[in-house]
């Protein structure tokens, strides 16, 4: 596990995006796995500001997003989909036909985790898979549970993470009670993981993922047994790192 400290969150976005903007350059098929929330924002920013100078062209790559709110259509303003395409798709040169989300209003959900299943597979895996962690050590939408759930599936999220979502929403009771993501297995076949954190309230829950015991209470922490895991995060996220 290789871990870049930077000084705050524009930092980290700049290098965060250095890294994916190289695996495009040195790969320029490569399939990336995206993710949504506040943390990649301003990486996905940066990564604008250098396909807009020239620096790196897009136009070749296919992306898979880890998650989508089960219940909400591409056209609403809270959906991934529609994340996406504001601060990222709709930006560059990428084809919309090669982005990827599951489908949050599919009607069977077996189905619709199966066929996420096979569009990864049909890829031929993810390349780089870009991860943030949830206040309770989620990723995607796997939250702690008994066991590490290892296909994509669709899940009941935790009370903690409607909390911290209901920003995004007028209320907590519009923020949907379910979501499709990838699962922890099909999260560790990515051949490289980009995990991206800023700030002081993850310093606890970032400090028991990488330094902790295993265990799928802390479904982050099953990142310490992938081969290749670049973690960025800023001095606030970072200052309950063991000495």
Same mark, same amino acid.
């Given at each position: 596990m290789r871990i870049i400290k930077t000084k705050d969150y524009q930092e980290m976005s700049k290098a965060a995006a250095a890294i994916l903007v190289a695996q495009v350059i040195l790969k320029p098929d490569s399939v990336l796995g995206l993710a949504t929330g506040s943390t990649p924002i301003g990486t996905y920013n940066q990564m604008v +500001? %250098?396909? +807009?100078?020239g620096e790196v062209d897009f136009s070749g790559i296919s992306t898979v997003n880890l998650d989508e709110y089960k219940g909400l259509d591409k056209e609403n303003e809270q959906s991934y989909y529609y994340f996406m395409n504001q601060h990222l798709f709709d930006r560059i040169n990428v084809d919309k036909d090669r982005t990827h989300l599951p489908n949050g209003m599919a009607l069977d959900r077996q189905k619709e985790c199966e066929d996420f299943e096979r569009i990864i597979q049909d890829l031929g895996g993810v390349d780089i898979q870009v991860l943030g962690i $949830?206040?309770? $050590?989620h990723i995607g939408f796997n939250e702690p549970a008994s066991a590490f759930e290892k296909g994509t599936h669709c899940v009941a999220l935790a009370k903690e993470t409607i909390e911290a979502n209901k920003r995004f929403f007028d209320s907590a009771d519009d923020v949907p009670k379910e979501a499709y993501t990838m699962g922890i297995g099909t999260i560790m076949k990515g051949r490289k993981i &980009? &995990?991206?954190?800023? $700030?002081? +309230? %993850?310093a606890d829950i970032l400090a028991k993922a990488l330094w902790g015991e295993i265990t799928p209470k802390v479904p982050a922490s099953i990142l310490q047994l992938h081969p290749d895991v670049i973690v960025v995060a800023d001095e606030a996220a970072l200052s309950k790192m063991p000495k």
């Open positions: +500001e %250098k396909y +807009e100078k $949830g206040h309770n $050590g &980009l &995990l991206i954190v800023t $700030g002081e +309230e %993850k």
